[in-house]
């Protein structure tokens, strides 16, 4: 397939487009405490970021009653907030990537793990309410990594799964683009190590998001 069929790009948000990953990881433990769990690894809370934070939480403490979820899920969104207060920064490179894509013509989407709420709180704290074409949160369709929120991307953009590439830093941002029949790009500098990406088959991996540019650029 030639990159010259891509017509939509589909980002995920946390670790992909904005460095927030340490601000989840510190936030799972703060909640964990908070509701008197003991705390999992770093690597463990970065190996279900991705998921929606219900999903997030039953994979990390799947003894979990929905009466102490519900509580866990607050205590984790009162810490995560107060941290965004001033919002996680954009990776280098992606504004001006982002730029870029959409003056060649792209279709720009979103496919994320966060709730509508805090999207849409991060979204207008980088002036991007009409930014995209599209944006999807996971508490308004499936959790990753079910294609549902990208067959629900693609209908509104009018794209096949052909047509359209899923970019993330995740396990289950790859599984959902497999899931979905679609390409995607593996990202190295967030939640999750290459090297376990690679059994998804992204078709390549950057290890700096101005990257994609230029893979994209080699056959236009």
Known sequence: MSHLDYKLLIFDWDGTLANSIGRIVESMHAASTRSGYALCTDHAVKGIIGLGLPEAIRT??????????????????????????????????????????????????????KARRGLDR????????????????????????HPLMLEQIMAHCGVSPREALMVGDASFDLMMARNAGMDSVAVSYG??????????????TIDHFSELQTWLSRAR
């Not at 102490?68 to 990776?91: G, V």
């Not at 979204?123 to 508490?139: Q, S, V």
């Not at 939640?191 to 390549?204: D, G, M």
């Open 60 to 113: 990390l403490y799947p003894e979990i009653s929905d009466a102490e979820l519900a509580t866990f899920r607050d205590h984790y969104a009162d810490h995560y907030i107060a941290l965004e207060a001033t919002p996680s920064p954009l990776f280098d490179g992606v504004v001006q990537s982002l730029d870029g894509f959409r003056a060649q013509g792209y279709h720009l989407a979103v496919a994320t793990g």
């Open 191 to 204: 939640a999750q190590a290459a090297e376990s990406l690679q059994q998804y088959e992204p078709r390549v």
């Open 122 to 145: 991060v979204l207008k704290a980088h002036g991007w309410e009409n930014y995209f074409d599209i944006t999807r949160a996971a508490d308004e369709t499936a959790s990753k990594p």
